[in-house]
């Protein structure tokens, strides 16, 4: 039996401030002046509730490349960041392509307690976007699978990306797409621009992005399937969504933090920290995609947790690997790039980091109101906080991070995961009391 | 000087300061001995890890006819090839003492990760780095120039309102983006000539300008035109159809050459695929500054190591970066 949480004079989003109770890993009651004798209490005077966050794009390295991340450290990253669930992306060793792979991620996922593990099932056999994998077993798996991507690889093949989109709809799931022309992105180390121009660095155009994007909005109105895009990148992208969505196509698209804030002028000290794919871009691109958060274009921001050993980054340029953390430095990055700018607000926040991320993943009990009655995942964070991004920030296995050394605003400091407190205080629980 | 790692960050006066120590450079090297005491006792390491033995001997000579000890690491075929990284190869080196690392690199950006990662102590000069830059070629190209231009008189001088025209692979060019940079920044007008495929998506913001027709750049009668190598494997990545095409429209054929002004140089980084982006006759012509390029090149990286070893360094007068 979970502890007794009061949760004392929290800001509420659209609401007054009032208590909160949780017990028995749901939310029992929400009001003031409210007590229960035995019950620990949180002060939360100055911190604002969210709905546990959702990120729907995260790499947690197992089973396959430990030395980078486990599921037990990357959920201790996510509650850190303000995460309750982690949608945990297909590209371990083997490949998350079968009911055997997801049930295990599913079942160390549980084992952790830290947050709410669901697997992303394959595409395709291996990721190699050949032939389609046994969605269907995953789906009707323990794990029950709804998301499929090959994040990372692009499922390039029109008649495969067709086939996937239209198989999906018997079980109500949805086909996430890396969007990446793999022949106009040969070789490619960054954003084509004036900044790799100047490099000599093989640019990554927008172009390549955009195409696939335009193919795919175009193929799922055509079966009426639902396509959810990755970490869209360009001002172009944005506009292919907003005008998709116009038409009516089931469309989401989500952006990571690093799109909202960083760009391509970072490469030109060849520091791999910065490496991505899709890469950093341009000053206008990371404007673009901003204004589509804000008017809803985009539905989502989603990490790209991505960690790397010290060894794939400290070394030359194209030598490196391409990603970053993301888990720990979301919210406040959103936070800096959003609503520091006046481009959202709070509510604004739990619905692209919380209520849209789990609706588009099917997580029944993630993403609600916090209303009584409602499971227990919640973030309680201080937006009048700030402080220097640090390596003692990063809770995962791995320290790839392009914001260390950056002020960064906020600052997380309660996460309750069904009801039990994974982050008390600003620190990560060492022993979960579950 | 505490690295040479590129020419876009090589302000004038630095640059003028390389190209006037190379005169002197060069003038001993008219001497019967041709050897120097200044650099007795450091030790330059040239790191390659990719082939190219023009470019390393002409560093050797430099860093001998300075007295200073060479070590040739051919980092390709070594253990590198079997997975050391960088890091370790740098740290090797520090641990041996080098005072001066010489970088060719097939990575770009690699010069200036080895120089800022903190690895190493020692001063680097890139001798090439992937597509990046190549900045002693540029200095060289400079230098030679400038010598055919002002002769004895060089001194000092830059190259103001000089007209140079880059032919060729721009894209892949670590030396024309080198020389971009740097001509531009001593007062050079440079007009970049190439197939729109061969020049990258986005330069506008290079202080050169761009045309796709040689003969319309060659008809303004340029001061240098500066032929740069064709890599035979760009064919097969459809950047042009045919090595004869190509040769047509943007190789350097006795009838072109023939029709430039008086005075006019050609000059290209060698090595040479004769008949393809130059003709013999274009090579061989009184016009022609390859073999003098070559030589230039010595006292160039003369007068680099000089300064980055010899001169004062930066961070020991309390670090002004």
Redesign the interface.
Known sequence: MSETLVITGAQLLGAERADIIVENGQISEIGTGLSRSGARVIDADGLVALPGLVDLHTHLREPGYEASETILTGTRAAAAGGFTAVFAMPNTSPVADTAGVVEQELALGEAAGYATVQPIGAVTVGQKGERLAELGAMATSRAQVRVFSDDGFCVFDPLIMRRALEYVKSFDGVIAQHAQDPRLTEGAQMNEGTVSAELGLAGWPAVAEESIIARDVLLAEHVGSRLHVCHLSTAGSVDIIRWAKKRGVNVTAEVTPHHLLLTDELVRGYDARYKVNPPLRREEDVMAVREGLADGTIDIVATDHAPHPSEHKSCEWQAAANGMVGLESALRVVHQSMVQTGLIGWEDVARVMSAAPARIGRLSDHGLPLQAGAAAQITLYDPSAAGVFTESDLHGRSVNSPYLGRDLPGRVEFTIHRGLLTVDGGSVVEELNA | MRHLLDT?TLDRESALRILDVAEDMSDTQSREVKKLPTLRGKTVVNLFFEDSTRTRISFEAAAKRLSADVINFAAKGSSVSKGE???DTAQTLQAMGADAVVIR??????P??LA??GWISAGVVNAG?????HPTQALLDAFTIRKRRFGADSRGRDLAGIRVVIVGDVLHS?VA?SNVWLLATLGAEVTLVAPPTLV???????PAKVVYDLDQALADGPDAVMMLRIQLERMSAAYFPTEREYSRRWGLDALRVAGLPDGSIVMHPGPMNRGLEISSEAADSPRSTVLEQVTNGVSIRMAVLYLLLAGERDDERGGDQ
């Open positions: 876009r990284s960088l890091k690199h097939p990575a770009s950006g690699a200036q990760t800022t990662s780095d992937g597509t990046h830059e670590r983006r990258p998506q986005n330069v506008s913001l290079w």
